[in-house]
């Protein structure tokens, strides 16, 4: 290991979105030497782009609000796949992870007597996100990043794991390498958090940075650990559609906690037309009433517009298909159409939409004060990821931990808006905390020099085939449109046999990746070595879509249409086999205790 | 939107030990920004070329450049904005050591928060352990929060860009940081002395750059770094105490 520089911890967070920071600040409080290895410069992760802001059940607004009522609103959201025992300790710790970031100095927004202001969202029963205009993430990710540099934590900014390192079963540390100067580096390590976000960047449409290629998945995966809920991806209803250039980037659903409304291009509210039953009692059924209730009457039954993201977005790709859909190919979103009710609605959409506000007028050539927006759904959050325990946040591998988004459970078959930063914070103190005492307990592992060696062997493969190897961007290019087409937001069995075949065909390629130019911040030879693990997440989503014979949260079979009680009581894990294929199981939910069914029963 | 099929593209290659312009002629359309078109060239002519970005929606602050000479965010400059008739430069930043290509070592900016003292909170309002705050109190330093940390203020500082005084300044980004702690009904820190003596407060001369080239439109100068020189000067340039003083 003499060739390559050694840098040893007791805990080891890979990612510094929220979840990896707030690990690393709970396990450097906890007394661990803390390292913090990013892809991106430090404050740049994606939980930058968060906006509408992180739901916890304060009361501030509505002081109906509990833990109870939050709990059983993400439960239903989840349509009962989720993890319950970390439903409830999200639901439980999500207000003081809130009011410790405010102790860290995030400023947000306020109520008239001075509390933090909270803000309606969809699938939310009262008004239940924190927030800062629409630039949560922003805040949320400065407060931990300007805390968590006075905490003595170490940090690697652009640089990538490669592989984690295993001693025998149990995970050791991590080999990566430094982007800016191409140097491979060896991470050592007692206890690993993985959490590296999502997997958005293996569809064509989506809201995520290229940050989201599905690290963490796909490092785990490889080292033996069980992945659950593949198939639940989610479509976020409103990512901007033109021009094309920004086809994908996120509305943010605030424009809908706002007032905002959507159209087909009959100018119709069509989602009136269709309210799921178990929402049905809880949903306005007119215009009126909705608005009513975005403006806090706590009399007024929540808009349509408000519902889980998983049915917005379908019945907005229902209006498209049939015609009813605007110029480019979205509905309209129109915030605009509050001047019928305030008098000073261009300055109160400013205030509380700015950049919003800002990226239409700058991207767009539109002030959304005056016009209707024109949105369409665009991939947004991986519900599924590595499957933790509930309390600890540790995987199937010892010593390997996860949180936020890379790992599963929490939001079960659809993520409810808002549910993410606080996921972030609740599970990100967990997952730092449990890795520090992991740390405490058990010792340094040994390092395997093969595996070191083997991985940089792999990595540096491409520069050896040079431009008679295959153009990396292309084939991420094909993977993405396949993902897109085949395995996106309506699925069927043919086309997902069809997307499996292609990733197999694209694997090939990939391996035969070619790279030009030197080491030093090759962005080429970065995306060559991102494909293995985009690949190999692809074709997991893909089996597990292909699996699952039904239709639930933000998994849509049009050959399967309904919901099915049978697979209600199952989520899908993914392990590797020992013919290193991966194996597909059904496991029972995490059965509900006698107290939390109580809740559910009292909030239906 | 009219404009030509084609522009080219002329971008700075090379490292620290050199470097040259090149031109790339690449297909545009309708609502391309200049990253766009950086992607594109990165894709299919130059897979190697370095070029920092995360969000592509003016969030993040990564790809700041230098874009005809003028310090912007690649993401959010339009390319029906510029003249398409020319070569678009594009370079990086100057302020900073060059790294590859467009990206530069930014790392000093970091260093540089680290100097200043960290958010204190008072004691708390309320028995929960949370405070009771206007809105009113707080619009100021939120609108120094929406800073995306693109550090293009940084590059165009005269203080640091023409100057180097990367030792006793701390540039403007870092100013309005000092101001939305200074100004947070929360915090009960004082940096007023650290201002004046070891942050370098005193080197602006309110030539309002940074405020001009801020992407998220932050009044850096007016609204942060004039009121912060205001407090240093009532404290230790108080007119009286002068008047009565050592005479200096």
Same mark, same amino acid.
Request: with cysteine; net charge neutral; charged share 25%.
């Given at each position: 290991?003499?060739?390559?520089?050694?840098?040893?911890?007791?805990?080891?967070?890979?990612?510094?979105?929220?979840?990896?920071?707030?690990?690393?600040?709970?396990?450097?409080?906890?007394?661990?030497?803390?390292?913090?290895?990013?892809?991106?410069?430090?404050?740049?992760?994606?939980?930058?782009?968060?906006?509408?802001?992180?739901?916890?059940?304060?009361?501030?607004?509505?002081?109906?609000?509990?833990?109870?009522?939050?709990?059983?609103?993400?439960?239903?959201?989840?349509?009962?796949?989720?993890?319950?025992?970390?439903?409830?300790?999200?639901?439980?710790?999500?207000?003081?992870?809130?009011?410790?970031?405010?102790?860290?100095?995030?400023?947000?927004?306020?109520?008239?007597?001075?509390?933090?202001?909270?803000?309606?969202?969809?699938?939310?029963?009262?008004?239940?996100?924190?927030?800062?205009?629409?630039?949560?993430?922003?805040?949320?990710?400065?407060?931990?990043?300007?805390?968590?540099?006075?905490?003595?934590?170490?940090?690697?900014?652009?640089?990538?794991?490669?592989?984690?390192?295993?001693?025998?079963?149990?995970?050791?540390?991590?080999?990566?390498?430094?982007?800016?100067?191409?140097?491979?580096?060896?991470?050592?390590?007692?206890?690993?958090?993985?959490?590296?976000?999502?997997?958005?960047?293996?569809?064509?449409?989506?809201?995520?940075?290229?940050?989201?290629?599905?690290?963490?998945?796909?490092?785990?995966?490889?080292?033996?650990?069980?992945?659950?809920?593949?198939?639940?991806?989610?479509?976020?209803?409103?990512?901007?559609?033109?021009?094309?250039?920004?086809?994908?980037?996120?509305?943010?659903?605030?424009?809908?906690?706002?007032?905002?409304?959507?159209?087909?291009?009959?100018?119709?509210?069509?989602?009136?037309?269709?309210?799921?039953?178990?929402?049905?009692?809880?949903?306005?059924?007119?215009?009126?009433?909705?608005?009513?209730?975005?403006?806090?009457?706590?009399?007024?039954?929540?808009?349509?517009?408000?519902?889980?993201?998983?049915?917005?977005?379908?019945?907005?790709?229902?209006?498209?298909?049939?015609?009813?859909?605007?110029?480019?190919?979205?509905?309209?979103?129109?915030?605009?159409?509050?001047?019928?009710?305030?008098?000073?609605?261009?300055?109160?959409?400013?205030?509380?939409?700015?950049?919003?506000?800002?990226?239409?007028?700058?991207?767009?050539?539109?002030?959304?004060?005056?016009?209707?927006?024109?949105?369409?759904?665009?991939?947004?959050?991986?519900?599924?990821?590595?499957?933790?325990?509930?309390?600890?946040?540790?995987?199937?591998?010892?010593?390997?931990?996860?949180?936020?988004?890379?790992?599963?459970?929490?939001?079960?078959?659809?993520?409810?808006?808002?549910?993410?930063?606080?996921?972030?914070?609740?599970?990100?103190?967990?997952?730092?905390?449990?890795?520090?005492?992991?740390?405490?307990?058990?010792?340094?592992?040994?390092?395997?020099?093969?595996?070191?060696?083997?991985?940089?062997?792999?990595?540096?493969?491409?520069?050896?085939?040079?431009?008679?190897?295959?153009?990396?961007?292309?084939?991420?290019?094909?993977?993405?449109?396949?993902?897109?087409?085949?395995?996106?937001?309506?699925?069927?069995?043919?086309?997902?046999?069809?997307?499996?075949?292609?990733?197999?065909?694209?694997?090939?390629?990939?391996?035969?990746?070619?790279?030009?130019?030197?080491?030093?911040?090759?962005?080429?030879?970065?995306?060559?070595?991102?494909?293995?693990?985009?690949?190999?997440?692809?074709?997991?989503?893909?089996?597990?879509?292909?699996?699952?014979?039904?239709?639930?949260?933000?998994?849509?079979?049009?050959?399967?249409?309904?919901?099915?009680?049978?697979?209600?009581?199952?989520?899908?894990?993914?392990?590797?086999?020992?013919?290193?294929?991966?194996?597909?199981?059904?496991?029972?939910?995490?059965?509900?205790?006698?107290?939390?069914?109580?809740?559910?029963?009292?909030?239906? | 939107?009219?404009?030509?099929?084609?522009?080219?593209?002329?971008?700075?290659?090379?490292?620290?030990?050199?470097?040259?312009?090149?031109?790339?002629?690449?297909?545009?359309?309708?609502?391309?920004?200049?990253?766009?078109?950086?992607?594109?060239?990165?894709?299919?002519?130059?897979?190697?070329?370095?070029?920092?970005?995360?969000?592509?929606?003016?969030?993040?602050?990564?790809?700041?450049?230098?874009?005809?000479?003028?310090?912007?965010?690649?993401?959010?400059?339009?390319?029906?904005?510029?003249?398409?008739?020319?070569?678009?430069?594009?370079?990086?930043?100057?302020?900073?050591?060059?790294?590859?290509?467009?990206?530069?070592?930014?790392?000093?900016?970091?260093?540089?928060?680290? =100097?200043?003292? &960290?958010?204190?909170?008072?004691?708390? @309002?309320? $028995?929960?352990?949370?405070?009771?705050?206007?809105?009113? !109190? +707080?619009?100021?330093?939120?609108?120094?929060?929406?800073?995306?940390?693109?550090?293009?203020?940084?590059?165009?500082?005269?203080?640091?860009?023409?100057?180097?005084?990367?030792?006793?300044?701390?540039?403007?980004?870092?100013?309005?940081?000092?101001?939305?702690?200074?100004?947070?009904?929360?915090?009960?820190?004082?940096?007023?002395?650290?201002?004046?003596?070891?942050?370098?407060?005193?080197?602006?001369?309110?030539?309002?750059?940074?405020? =001009?080239?801020? &992407?998220?439109?932050?009044?850096?100068? @007016?609204? $942060?770094?004039?009121?912060?020189?205001?407090?240093?000067? !009532? +404290?230790?340039?108080?007119?009286?105490?002068?008047?009565?003083?050592?005479?200096?």
């Amino acid at each position: 290991m003499a060739e390559f520089p050694i840098h040893e911890y007791d805990v080891l967070v890979i990612g510094a979105g929220g979840a990896g920071l707030r690990a690393a600040i709970e396990a450097s409080a906890a007394g661990c030497k803390t390292a913090v290895i990013t892809k991106s410069l430090l404050g740049k992760a994606h939980t930058v782009m968060a906006e509408g802001g992180m739901a916890a059940a304060m009361g501030n607004v509505d002081d109906r609000d509990n833990w109870r009522v939050h709990f059983a609103d993400t439960m239903r959201g989840g349509q009962y796949l989720n993890n319950c025992r970390m439903a409830e300790l999200h639901a439980k710790e999500a207000p003081a992870r809130v009011h410790e970031l405010e102790a860290w100095g995030a400023i947000f927004d306020r109520t008239k007597d001075g509390r933090i202001l909270q803000r309606n969202f969809g699938g939310h029963r009262y008004p239940r996100l924190a927030h800062v205009g629409d630039r949560t993430g922003l805040e949320m990710i400065r407060t931990l990043q300007d805390h968590g540099i006075h905490q003595g934590i170490d940090v690697y900014a652009e640089h990538t794991v490669l592989t984690l390192l295993m001693d025998g079963n149990r995970c050791a540390g991590a080999f990566g390498y430094d982007r800016e100067r191409g140097r491979f580096k060896v991470f050592p390590a007692k206890a690993v958090v993985l959490a590296t976000g999502g997997v958005g960047r293996a569809f064509k449409v989506t809201s995520n940075s290229w940050e989201y290629t599905a690290d963490g998945q796909a490092l785990a995966y490889k080292a033996g650990a069980a992945l659950l809920d593949m198939e639940f991806v989610q479509f976020h209803p409103t990512g901007m559609v033109w021009p094309p250039s920004v086809k994908g980037i996120l509305v943010t659903e605030g424009v809908r906690g706002e007032g905002g409304v959507l159209r087909n291009k009959d100018g119709k509210r069509f989602l009136f037309d269709d309210i799921p039953e178990n929402y049905r009692s809880s949903t306005a059924d007119n215009e009126d009433e909705g608005w009513r209730y975005t403006q806090g009457d706590k009399t007024a039954r929540r808009p349509p517009e408000l519902l889980t993201r998983d049915h917005v977005a379908r019945c907005i790709n229902r209006e498209v298909k049939a015609g009813r859909g605007s110029p480019h190919g979205g509905v309209f979103l129109d915030i605009a159409w509050i001047k019928e009710k305030l008098p000073n609605s261009v300055e109160h959409i400013k205030k509380k939409l700015p950049s919003m506000y800002h990226q239409f007028k700058q991207l767009a050539d539109l002030d959304i004060t005056k016009e209707p927006m024109e949105v369409g759904p665009t991939t947004h959050y991986a519900m599924g990821g590595i499957q933790v325990d509930g309390d600890t946040q540790m995987s199937s591998v010892a010593g390997l931990f996860a949180a936020g988004e890379c790992a599963a459970g929490l939001h079960g078959a659809n993520r409810l808006g808002g549910n993410s930063l606080s996921d972030l914070l609740v599970f990100g103190k967990r997952a730092g905390e449990y890795a520090a005492k992991f740390a405490k307990e058990n010792g340094a592992g040994k390092l395997d020099q093969g595996q070191v060696d083997a991985a940089a062997k792999t990595a540096l493969a491409p520069f050896e085939r040079g431009a008679a190897g295959e153009n990396p961007f292309a084939v991420q290019n094909e993977l993405q449109d396949l993902m897109q087409e085949l395995v996106g937001i309506v699925r069927v069995e043919g086309e997902m046999q069809r997307a499996i075949e292609k990733i197999n065909a694209l694997r090939a390629r990939a391996a035969n990746a070619g790279i030009t130019g030197n080491i030093e911040y090759n962005t080429g030879w970065h995306t060559a070595l991102d494909l293995d693990n985009m690949l190999t997440i692809s074709e997991m989503i893909a089996l597990a879509a292909l699996e699952r014979k039904e239709s639930r949260g933000g998994h849509f079979r049009d050959d399967y249409p309904e919901k099915n009680a049978e697979w209600g009581k199952y989520n899908l894990r993914i392990r590797q086999g020992a013919d290193r294929q991966p194996q597909l199981e059904r496991v029972p939910v995490v059965p509900l205790t006698e107290e939390m069914k109580q809740v559910i029963e009292e909030n239906k | 939107m009219s404009m030509a099929d084609q522009a080219i593209f002329r971008i700075w290659r090379g490292d620290n030990g050199g470097g040259k312009f090149v031109d790339y002629t690449t297909e545009i359309s309708s609502g391309m920004v200049v990253l766009d078109a950086v992607h594109s060239i990165q894709q299919t002519q130059a897979n190697d070329i370095a070029v920092r970005w995360n969000c592509k929606a003016g969030k993040c602050g990564s790809c700041s450049a230098e874009i005809n000479g003028k310090p912007r965010l690649m993401c959010m400059t339009r390319l029906n904005t510029l003249d398409l008739t020319q070569p678009v430069t594009v370079e990086p930043m100057k302020t900073f050591p060059h790294v590859k290509d467009l990206v530069t070592d930014v790392s000093w900016n970091y260093r540089v928060k680290m =100097k200043i003292a &960290p958010f204190k909170p008072r004691k708390p @309002d309320a $028995a929960d352990g949370s405070w009771r705050v206007q809105q009113a !109190d +707080v619009d100021r330093p939120q609108e120094f929060r929406k800073c995306i940390e693109c550090f293009l203020c940084q590059d165009v500082c005269h203080v640091l860009r023409d100057h180097d005084l990367h030792d006793e300044f701390i540039g403007p980004r870092f100013l309005i940081y000092t101001a939305q702690l200074e100004m947070n009904p929360i915090d009960a820190g004082d940096r007023r002395k650290a201002l004046k003596d070891e942050l370098g407060i005193g080197y602006c001369n309110i030539t309002k750059c940074c405020t =001009k080239v801020c &992407p998220e439109e932050i009044k850096i100068t @007016d609204n $942060a770094i004039i009121p912060l020189k205001e407090r240093v000067v !009532d +404290v230790f340039f108080d007119p009286i105490a002068r008047l009565f003083g050592s005479g200096r």
